[in-house]
């Protein structure tokens, strides 16, 4: 079991005696969290929106200003930033599973995109059925988005977002597929402590990164790498409307963020809930044999 880091690092995964390194980001990605990219690139951007959780706070009048910044600052999958994040996996020579808010024409997606050591995106997909209000700013994923897993010299990655991880069927999909390693990428989520009924039980982050991402590694014999969303305070004011910002003390953490084993066993230990940073493992992907020859439950 490995230590958690605050400084970036890789995750190295060891197949036929070779160590490769695969990075993915904890928190909502910008063009600062490639180290090799020269601050005053990216500080001419506009930065990447993570996931809008106002959507879930807001009524309409109130939602119109924050959707229209959001989508001001979605992503183009042919952008001159989604380009520089491309040459910074080349530059490290890191494979990068990375969430986003994409524009297309004139509809955001849900997306998720792998990019390789050489730059290349080897996986791009949008996220099947938004959930609940999630519909009322993004569109639905084609039959293409059913492919989430790619064959790469480290193993077969693959990744989903948000409830698509619980989902029966693409994860039966993914296991058909031969996964060995699966990014489940969370959102905000907030604590059991602040739920009230009638919201369900499923809508919090312990359910998530206590049950289902630890199911998913069980029922598929996978690693799993399950990060969630960072928030600022600064950011959350921003994700609120003007008239309620001085409502807002503080920010949302990742100290959800796990790594499983295929068993389902934790393979670091939990942060703090306050924790930012990254998560380090050794991956051996032999360790899957040990909980396929048990169950597999697809060959």
Known sequence: MRSLSRSPSNILTKQGGRDVGLLHSLRPVSLMEFRKIPPSVADRTKGIPGYPYWQWKVNFQDSLPLLKKYRMNSLRSDSDEMQRIRSAARMNKIYVSMGYSEIDGHSLYMAQIIIDPRGDVINHR???????????????GTGDSLDSVVDTEIGKLGHLNCWEN???????????????IHVAAWPVYPPATTLKYPDPYTNIAET???????AYAIETGTWVLAPFQVVSTEGAKLNTPERLRDQVTEGMHSGYSRIYRPD???AVADPDREWEGLMIVDVDLDEAHLTKVIADFVS
């Open 126 to 140: 949008r996220k099947i059925k938004p959930t609940h209000v999630e519909r009322l700013v993004f569109g639905e």
């Open 166 to 180: 619980m989902n029966p069927f693409l994860k039966a999909h993914a296991a058909a597929l031969g996964e060995q």
């Open 208 to 214: 998530q990164s206590e049950l289902v991402s630890p």
């Open 264 to 266: 389902g066993y934790r």
